[in-house]
């Protein structure tokens, strides 16, 4: 099966494509590597998702706002190829979480992204190297962030 169709054998859809909010692309690509840019969690609705995990949210919602922002960032691999089935394998994921002081759960959070990544594109390619880091600010608000390095198929 696809990444593609395992995308909607999960019954998964991906947002509306983020637009940047700033200075830059929001996929680069250097030989056969892509390096997806930082998402955040854009919701159904458009808005992101915002709070601080440990004050006003908690581990489950954090893992759905990473989840979220992993569907994003298929979004916009999808624009720039025209379809998830140009990613060969994850190479790395960079995930920030929004947290107080002393969070210990970032890597829990950052799972929600992790593991929609696994399940998509499968064990040996849907898992790559990754850091998850607490912060104690993210841009609008936001609950987390995501970057990705993928490798593409020829």
């Not at 637009?19 to 690509?29: L, M």
């Not at 893992?63 to 140009?86: C, D, P, R, T």
């Not at 929004?98 to 970032?106: A, L, N, T």
Request: net charge negative.
């Amino acid at each position: 099966m696809s990444p593609q169709e395992k995308l909607e054998s999960l019954g998964l859809e991906l947002p509306p494509a983020p637009k940047p909010a700033g200075v830059y692309k929001p996929v680069v690509v250097v030989g056969n590597l892509a390096y997806v840019s930082g998402h955040g969690p854009l919701q159904p609705n458009k808005t992101l998702m915002t709070g601080r995990l440990g004050l006003n949210l908690d581990v489950e919602v954090g893992y759905e706002a990473a989840k979220l922002a992993g569907l994003g960032i298929l979004m916009s691999v999808q624009n720039h190829f025209g379809s998830i089935n140009k990613i060969k394998r994850v190479i790395k994921l960079l995930g920030l979480v929004q947290c107080v002081d002393g969070f210990p759960d970032s890597p829990a959070v950052i799972n929600g992204c992790s593991e929609l990544l696994r399940d998509v594109f499968g064990e040996e390619n849907g898992i790559g190297a990754r850091s998850a880091i607490g912060t104690n600010s993210l841009p609008a608000g936001m609950a987390v962030e995501v970057e990705a390095i993928f490798e593409l198929n020829d």
